[in-house]
């Protein structure tokens, strides 16, 4: 098995690199900058010089590769930078994040993607929303929750185009759930699902799969493919504002 990091020379790109040459059978790869720091990196990983922002290069060392996952770590991910340079940080959020999933989509493996999201993205958060769920509206403030945004939309939008998965909405954490908000939880998911976060990881990955490659509702696919798109145009106005202000 094949593995490939991209932000490999990261503080999370290389602990990630520790623990999956810790496992046995997985070859572990990484892209790197030319100009990306040293003191992270490792002699048992595989290396390859590129930059998300170039397609090509994307492209070539993922096919030469042929990993059977990808662990896209690479982004602008701080913050106060981003409000000083937004543009660079949308063009290596958003665009970096692109060039991945088409370089991927072009291979004819079956290759699994992990994109890792952030709390920015839900950036404006009333008290009577807390806790936070997975079914809060987002509202980034800053430039660097804007582009995560807009890259979690672009995956949505392909994976749908591929006819992967479906759009779910899933439970909320159930530890997290105040007892007056019990009855319609258990409504809707069952009694069962309230024990959720008790079951093994593995056997809630089945539970998942099941719901996936179970009957599709066409009408709501449909509907889901729609309001994907309305939201990636939603995002492109933002990004066209940016472009306006700075």
């Known amino acids: 098995m094949k593995a490939l990091i991209t932000g490999t020379t990261g503080f999370v790109g290389s602990h990630l690199a520790d623990y999956l040459i810790d496992q046995q059978g997985i070859e572990v790869h990484g892209i790197r900058r030319p100009r990306s720091r040293n003191e992270f990196v490792r002699y048992d990983v595989h290396y390859h010089e ?38 660079p940080t949308l063009e290596a959020n958003i665009i970096g994040t692109l060039n991945i999933l088409e370089a991927a989509r072009e291979t004819p493996l079956k290759t699994s993607i992990l994109i890792a999201g952030s709390s920015e993205e839900y950036g404006m958060v009333y008290p009577a929303e807390c806790p936070i769920t997975e079914g809060l509206p987002l509202r980034p403030l800053s430039p660097y929750g804007v582009s995560k945004v807009a890259a979690d939309i672009e995956v949505r939008r392909i994976a749908l185009s591929m006819e992967q998965i479906e759009e779910l909405q899933p439970p909320p954490n159930p530890a997290k759930i105040t007892d007056s908000r019990y009855a319609s939880y258990a409504a809707e998911y069952g009694e069962d699902s309230w024990e959720l976060d008790a079951l093994e990881p593995r056997y809630i990955v089945n539970l998942i799969e099941e719901h996936i490659f179970g009957e599709r509702d066409i009408d709501k696919w449909d509907e889901a493919v729609e309001e994907q798109e309305a939201e990636r145009e939603q995002i492109q106005e933002i990004i066209d504002r940016w472009d306006e202000m700075f």
Not at 51 to 60: G, H, T
Not at 68 to 87: D, E, G, K, M, N
């Open 50 to 87: 590129g930059d998300i922002l170039d397609y090509s290069s994307v492209a070539n060392i993922i096919a030469k590769v042929g990993p059977s996952c990808i662990f896209h770590l690479a982004a602008q991910s701080f913050v106060p930078l981003s409000w000083t340079a937004p543009r």
